[in-house]
């Protein structure tokens, strides 16, 4: 490399100012998670251990506050789900959802070991999603 190509590069003042890691947003997600899921996104796979075909809800393309059906082809195949939101996301057994829904907080690799609030089993029962836009939410389950 020439040195003329490296004209117009600035240094930066060691006095510059940097943000510590204690004070930088805790919202931050990567673009795609180690589970194939998008930023900003909620995800259901087919199979157990993220596997299958993937479904995703980006948060900026749906509703916010309000119950979504998942689809037709959709309904009732989940075996596994990842948020890769910031926020909680709620599932529900039904569309619209009634008491058999669950707060959704991070990554869950097989539904079988998850239950609704009246123990039957998540797995290949998923029918609703709903993207809420704040922490303040009351689950009567939370997974994980």
């Known amino acids: 490399m020439s040195i003329g190509a490296l004209t117009g590069l600035s240094v930066v003042p060691a006095s510059a ?12 997600l990567p673009s ?12 259901m796979y087919t199979l157990t ?7 995703s809800w980006n948060y ?4 916010h506050n309000t119950w979504l059906y998942v689809g037709n082809n959709q309904n009732d195949v989940a075996q596994s789900i990842d948020n890769n939101r910031a926020w909680i996301t709620g599932v529900g057994k ?11 907080q991070g990554a869950v690799s097989n539904l079988f070991n998850r239950h609704w609030p009246n123990g039957t089993s998540a797995a290949q029962s998923i029918s ?6 704040t922490s303040n939410v009351l689950c009567g389950e939370t997974w994980p």
């Open 128 to 133: 609703s999603i709903f993207f809420n836009t």
């Open 49 to 55: 251990s993220y596997q299958g075909i993937q479904y």
């Open 17 to 28: 100012s940097v943000v510590p890691a204690s004070a930088q947003s805790s919202y931050a």
């Open 94 to 104: 039904n569309y619209p959802s009634n008491a058999q829904w669950a707060c959704d």
């Open 32 to 43: 795609v998670d180690s589970h194939g899921c998008g930023g900003h996104t909620w995800c």
């Open 60 to 63: 900026d393309n749906n509703p």
